[in-house]
């Protein structure tokens, strides 16, 4: 199963990236590419550059990430309730090549902050967007407190979370 990983992020030290790195390492026998957007930078979409410059080769880049791809993990960071502009950019960008932006692809959505809603504003964003997008979801998880219920070694340390993290990664396995 060739699974794409991504956090929702342009922080070189993004906690999103670092959850959803952890939850493609739980999926035995994955072939994983875990993505920055940090390498898919383009400028602000705007319909005016659409139209004089024509899509950012890195959109149809990305696109082709997403093709490849069986599944696909994403974590949310969270900017003032909605998605980081990094990540708005990257998919206004995709939503303008032809066909459905997420191509049909079964997702497991999550978010991360260090507040007590661990995102989940911008997580229930996603996962009621992203059907209408072409986007299956499969599961979604959101873990409150990052800094609190997360180790870079152990990973999700509150059990409880975890129990609920394990059960969605499960969902999202079976397809
Ligand atoms: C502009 C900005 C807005 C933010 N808004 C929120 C917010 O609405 N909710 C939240 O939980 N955290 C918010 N945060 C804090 C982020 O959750 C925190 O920066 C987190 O590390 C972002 O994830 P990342 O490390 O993956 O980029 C905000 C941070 C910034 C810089």
Do not use: C
Not at 16 to 35: M, P
Not at 58 to 75: E, G, Q, T, W
Not at 140 to 145: A, H, Q, R, T
């Amino acid at each position: 199963m060739k699974i794409l990983a991504f956090g929702a992020s342009n922080s070189t030290t993004s906690i999103n990236k670092q959850l959803a790195t952890y939850a493609a390492r739980q999926i035995d026998d994955a072939e994983i590419t875990i993505v920055d957007l940090n390498d898919f930078e383009m400028p602000i979409y705007s319909i005016d550059r659409e139209k004089t410059d024509g899509i950012p080769q890195l959109a149809h880049d990305f696109k082709a990430a997403v093709k490849r791809a069986d599944r696909i993990i994403i974590s949310f960071a969270e900017h003032n309730g909605g998605y980081s502009v990094a990540f708005k950019n990257v998919m206004d960008w995709m939503s303008r090549i032809e066909g459905d932006t997420w191509e049909g692809k079964p997702f497991f959505l999550m978010s991360t902050s260090p507040g007590a809603r661990g995102g989940a504003t911008v997580l229930d964003q996603a996962s009621s967007r992203f059907g209408f997008m072409g986007g299956r979801v499969l599961a979604s998880f959101s873990l409150p407190k990052f800094y609190e219920n997360f180790d870079a070694e152990k990973g999700i340390m509150n059990l409880d979370m975890k129990s609920a993290f394990d059960s969605q990664l499960l969902k999202f396995i079976a397809g």
